[in-house]
């Protein structure tokens, strides 16, 4: 309830009812004063939010231990008892995509492996091969046919390794120079007319299909943004398309819903309230994981709490995925064996739709930068 203070008067402000409590019979409206603190403006949003009766948290209560409970109770008409489903959607989805770029993170830096270290380690294990070959052998313990043999295998493996870190150099130039922001080329480009050139002579199509993404970091790159600073906006643009996205994609999982559905038995406004509170969920638990990575980025590197972190990890993933099941089963009331094939194939059919759509939403996102 608010804590805002009553009026004196008991004319409601909204449609001019008498007044004899708090709230106006008539149209709803709380009879307290129109001007009020400036807190008041933080302290009645969450009021109104959370309801301190319990509405909030009853709801999120249910929505993530209770897969299914919040859309039946809801279609059943109890709706007083808990959030509205659009209003729960855009407030956890708010809370998910703001929180994270408030929490610290524990910045680490992650040494790259080097092809030189690699290659200067694999030298040093064959010399140190060699010697304890020549020191069998003046030991008398192989015989100089035996020793010769072993000589010439050590040789063949050296020659082999050069090979193999010579291909893993020339494979992994093109992934460097285009991914790390301190290198200025684009897949071995440096000028839009040169990535030009080197498509011509491709014939794997790569070039091709990466070149509208190409033609935009050099358009940035002419008014003066660095390569870091490029993909320093790409990150930021993609993490603020991804809740209009998911948005987006309501509808279409409501769509599949309806699909596979008795058409006269469930409405397509029944899966969609079905659909905002499994995506709800799934949002809480993105937010879970999120909060868990900060958490774990301030802990030290102990095996034990590395191990809690991946079981619980683990734990969560397995949950999220589960939960479909148990909330389909439970929202549309069918056997078991009927839930679970149904449930199967949706859950199939929506993966396969979202990895598209975030595929798309990865390209447009750079296209569109500016």
């Not at 008991?10 to 603190?37: D, Y």
């Not at 040789?155 to 790390?180: G, H, N, P, Q």
């Not at 009927?338 to 990865?362: A, E, Q, R, T």
Request: aromatic share 16%.
């Amino acid at each position: 309830m608010s804590h805002g203070k009553l009026r004196d008067d008991k004319t409601c402000l909204n449609c001019g009812h008498q007044v004899e409590e708090r709230f106006c019979p008539h149209c709803g409206q709380e009879n307290i004063e129109s001007r009020q603190p400036f807190h008041f403006l933080f302290t009645h949003f969450i009021e109104d939010f959370t309801h301190y009766d319990g509405q909030f948290w009853k709801t999120i209560h249910y929505l993530f231990t209770r897969p299914g409970t919040l859309t039946k109770e809801y279609l059943a008409g109890k709706r007083q008892l808990y959030v509205a489903p659009v209003k729960l959607y855009i407030f956890i989805s708010f809370i998910t995509f703001f929180l994270p770029n408030i929490l610290p993170h524990a910045k680490e830096e992650a040494e790259k492996p080097s092809h030189v270290k690699t290659e200067a380690k694999t030298k040093k294990q064959k010399e140190i091969s060699k010697d304890l070959v020549k020191d069998l052998q003046k030991e008398g313990i192989l015989s100089h046919e035996t020793a010769a043999t072993a000589q010439r295998a050590l040789d063949t493996l050296k020659v082999r390794d050069s090979i193999k870190l010579k291909d893993a150099k020339e494979k992994d130039e093109i992934l460097d120079r285009t991914f790390d922001t301190k290198e200025a080329s684009v897949m071995n480009a440096y000028t839009l007319k040169q990535y030009d050139s080197i498509l011509a002579k491709d014939n794997t199509g790569i070039y091709t299909m990466a070149r509208p993404i190409a033609k935009k970091v050099f358009e940035l790159k002419e008014e003066g943004y660095s390569k870091h600073q490029i993909w320093e906006k790409y990150k930021e643009n993609f993490i603020h398309t991804i809740p209009k996205a998911l948005f987006a994609y309501l509808p279409i999982f409501a769509f599949f819903l309806w699909l596979f559905h008795n058409k006269k038995k469930w409405w397509y406004f029944d899966h969609g309230i079905f659909t905002l509170h499994y995506f709800s969920f799934l949002l809480l638990g993105v937010l879970m994981f999120i909060v868990g990575e900060k958490i774990t980025s301030f802990l030290p590197d102990n095996n034990i709490l590395t191990l809690l972190y991946v079981l619980g990890f683990l734990g969560l993933a397995a949950y999220m995925t589960i939960y479909f099941f148990a909330a389909h089963h439970k929202v549309y009331e069918t056997k078991k064996r009927i839930s679970i094939l149904k449930g199967s194939l949706l859950f199939i059919v929506n993966y396969i739709g979202l990895i598209l759509m975030f595929l798309v939403l990865m390209y447009l996102s750079f296209i569109m930068l500016h």
